[in-house]
């Protein structure tokens, strides 16, 4: 079993940064694949970047340059760096694990809310 806090949403202007993090309980993170989803009002959730054990990094192609996802397996934490934040990034951003050898194991953090605005 494996639980996921995130925090370091808020409220941002246009153009500022924030760092997202997602902290893991549980034994093994490493053998787990780390992504960030967001889901904006009346939208369904979608993929912003996943990254492996072994640290390869995948991201979806509106956030590429402005968003870096990063782990620190010593700390059993994963992040989200934010940078040049625009509205339409505004969502509740979600941490999901996923065990890269036994694909039925999956956990997914409560969110924690983004908004950017002026």
């Known amino acids: 079993q494996v639980q996921l806090v995130e925090s370091g949403g808020g409220l941002v202007q246009p153009g500022g940064s924030l760092r997202l993090s997602c902290a893991a309980s549980?034994?093994?993170?490493?053998?787990?694949?780390m992504g960030w989803y967001r889901q904006a009002p009346g939208k369904v959730r979608e993929l912003v970047a996943t990254?492996?054990?072994?640290?390869?990094?995948n991201y979806a192609d509106g956030v590429k340059g402005r968003f870096t996802i990063s782990r620190d397996d010593a700390k059993n934490t994963v992040y989200l760096q934010i940078n040049s934040l625009k509205p339409e990034d505004t969502a509740v951003y979600y941490c999901k694990a996923e065990h890269m050898f036994r694909s039925s194991l999956e956990y997914w953090g409560q969110g924690t809310q983004v908004t950017v605005s002026s």
């Open positions: 549980g034994s093994m993170f490493s053998l787990y694949r």
């Open positions: 990254i492996t054990g072994v640290g390869i990094a």
